[in-house]
Every structure is written in C-alpha cells, then in structure tokens.
C-alpha cells in the first residue's frame, strides 16, 4: 500500500513539473518542432514515466534529471534568441532549395531529401510543376515553404460575412462598400442575419452559405460568359465593318481595332470562355 501512495505522489509531482516546464517552454504548433526539440521532449517523457514508476529510483535524481530535461532545453531557447549564431548552431537553419523553377540538388540530396519526397511536399503546397516555384525553403522542421509565380497564384476569395456580422475590413480591401452586399444579397433573397459565411471573389462575385441549409437561395450566375460572347459580338462588328467600309483610312482603323480587341479576346479567354 505504501508503495501505491509513492507511486501516486511520484506520478502527481512529475505531472506538476511537466506542466511547469510545458509553460515555461515557447509556444508551438506540434508540426514545426525540430528533431532536436523533438528528441529533448522524448527524453523528458521517457524521465517522467519511468521516475513515475520505478521507486528503486531515488526521488531525488528523478528531480535531477527533469531539471536537466528541463531546464537545459530552457536555456538553449534563451540563448538561441539572444544569438542567431547559437539558434543556427543548436536549431538549424532555413535552406533555399528552388528558384525560379530551378532546385539545387546538392542542397535536398545533402538534406536526405528524395524526388519523390519533394513531389509530395510540393503537392502539399498545392504546387504540381516544378517551373511554377518561384522560390523554395526547407524549414528547420523539414517542411517545405513555396512560393509560387506571380501568374501561376490562384486567386483567393475573401470573407466579407462571417456568422451575420459584415467585415468592412475585407469588404474595403476588394474596393466594395455594403451597399454591394445589400444589392447582391436582395438578388439572392436573403438576409444578412441568416448568412453563416459570405465570399467576394477576385471578379467580384458573392457566394454565401446560410445557417438553414433548407433555406432557398439562388446563387449568382455567372455574367463571365455573357461578357465572352459580347466582346466575341464587338469583335466580328468590326471586322464586318471594315470590309464595308470604302475609305482606306476609316477601314484601317476598323481593321486595327478588330485586331486589338482580338488579342485581348485570347488573353482573357481562360478567365471568360464557358
């Protein structure tokens, strides 16, 4: 029974200091440790546990060994933000593996970094073609960090609505006032306080969902196609109107601006063709 109780107070005390330490230590997302902070953790998990359990361990050196567990990493992290030299030394640093669609093989073959492990890190960055990576950093923790080219970045929608309540924040960043809303949630017959998450998206469309999901709406059609085929329509008029036309400087001005707006035609074409 006496062993029990010891057990008992052994397991409180460890738990104590573990939430101690836990407090003490910097904040972060499991996912971007290192395998340095990984490892320290492991260490002081297995400390804990077995200081816990095993009374053949005296009480005082299980305390020793959580304060170095402890304690040392503590110290490392202060130390590492007063010197970048000690951080790069102790935590590693950040490598540039790609830019401009070109990576360094030297770099993720010194890293142990695989083809086929940087494909995947590329398709978790939502990035498929090597020639799309402006640039690319391997994190500390093995991540990899992409930053794609200006005209491969797909275009992010932003929430102008969240829960009934309007972001004008958001809803100025897209140059639009809440009248837009007001006008655009009319069209869809309905109200703001029944819109859980409202969207702008980079054409200036609104895309809401509402709490009752029973609840009828009409979502906006899509006025890109309508705009294709009247630029397609201004297009072949001025084509038709330049071989009508019988004076030469008239009829080359019809024929130049049918060429141009043609050329604008192909370069929106991926945007406005159904």
């Not at 297995?46 to 040392?72: D, E, Q, Y």
């Not at 799309?132 to 950093?137: I, K």
């Not at 201004?234 to 330049?242: D, M, R, T």
Request: a negative charge; hydrophobic letters at 45%.
């Amino acid at each position: 029974m006496n062993e029990i109780i010891e057990v008992a107070v052994r397991g409180v005390s460890v738990l104590i200091a573990l939430w101690i330490i836990a407090r003490l230590m910097p904040v972060k997302p499991a996912g971007q440790l290192s395998l340095l902070e990984l490892l320290w953790l492991a260490g002081l998990v297995v400390v804990a546990g077995m200081g816990s359990v095993l009374l053949s361990i005296p009480a005082s050196h299980v305390a020793v060994a959580l304060f170095l567990w402890g304690g040392l990493p503590l110290f490392i992290y202060w130390l590492c933000r007063k010197s970048r030299t000690v951080a790069k030394l102790m935590m590693g640093r950040r490598e540039e593996v790609a830019r401009n669609g070109t990576f360094f093989e030297k770099v993720l073959t010194k890293k142990g970094i695989t083809v086929d492990e940087l494909l995947y890190k590329l398709a978790s960055n939502h990035v498929f073609r090597l020639s799309d990576v402006e640039s690319a950093v391997l994190e500390r923790n093995g991540e990899l960090t992409v930053e794609v080219k200006q005209d491969k970045r797909t275009p992010t929608p932003v929430t102008v609505i969240r829960e009934g309540v309007i972001d004008h924040d958001a809803l100025s960043s897209r140059g639009l006032s809440q009248q837009f809303l007001s006008t655009e949630l009319e069209k869809q017959q309905v109200t703001l306080k029944n819109v859980y998450i409202g969207q702008v998206d980079e054409y200036g469309q609104l895309f809401i969902d509402v709490y009752n999901d029973q609840l009828s709406k009409e979502q906006p059609e899509s006025e890109l196609p309508l705009l294709w085929a009247s630029l397609r329509r201004a297009q072949a008029e001025l084509s038709a109107y330049s071989l009508q036309e019988e004076e030469t400087s008239v009829k080359d001005m019809y024929t130049r601006c049918s060429h141009q707006l043609d050329e604008a035609i192909q370069e929106v074409k991926p945007l406005l063709k159904p």
